[in-house]
């Protein structure tokens, strides 16, 4: 898995990092927790250069998570309740859920969008009651950008640096890297089991 990333990114430039950070951020195949650290890895081995791995990154992210607030803004809460009631199988969401993060969102406000940027799973969601409170656009996509650049920036910078001590790690990062996406599937296809509607 390691290698068929880093060959991807290779390949793909900044354009593969923009690409997987957005899909990350709509339907997560591969966390950032690998996109970014492996992109840092990359510029430090003379790939793609570090700042544009970063802003490449940070555009991604912000996008993904621009296509979840459009997405609540346009719909409204009556019209994505329903959505989550009749498609929450595949979407691994139940209308409770929704509400849940439709309240938390109402307590914190940007704060929520902010640093929600940092957790996952959060990430996604937290833009979707953003949208739904009709929070103002320029507003959200600026505290979004910021919490996507400084986590984009941090988890590249920490790959960069692993790069002087791959010798050192090599022999575990493939297996690791590989099991994190194999969790993330098993985890979906899971929820997708044991979901059941509300009654």
């Known amino acids: 898995m390691f290698d068929w990333i880093t060959g991807l990114l290779q390949g793909g430039g900044a354009w593969a990092i923009a690409a997987l950070m957005l899909l990350e ?38 996008l993904g998570a621009w296509f979840w607030y459009a997405l609540g803004r346009r719909f409204g809460p009556d019209r994505l309740h329903r959505l989550v009631a009749r498609h929450g199988r595949w979407l691994t969401l139940t209308p409770s859920e929704l509400t849940g993060a439709q309240g938390w969102f109402a307590r914190h406000g940007a704060a929520a969008v902010f640093f929600g940027r940092f957790l996952p799973t959060i990430r996604t969601l937290i833009s979707v009651p953003a949208g739904l409170a009709r929070m103002p656009t320029g507003r959200f996509l600026l505290y979004t950008a910021l919490g996507s650049f400084i986590w984009c920036g941090s988890l590249a910078l920490a790959g960069y640096a692993l790069e002087g001590g791959y010798q050192a790690v090599s022999h575990w990062i493939n297996p690791i890297s590989t099991a994190i996406v194999v969790a993330i599937v098993a985890v979906y296809l899971w929820r997708v089991i044991r979901w059941r509607p509300e009654a």
């Open 25 to 62: 951020n709509v339907f997560p195949p591969i966390p950032s927790e690998l996109i970014m650290p492996l992109a840092g890895f990359n510029a430090a081995r003379g790939g793609t250069p570090l700042w544009l791995a970063v802003l490449a990154g940070g555009i991604g992210s912000t």
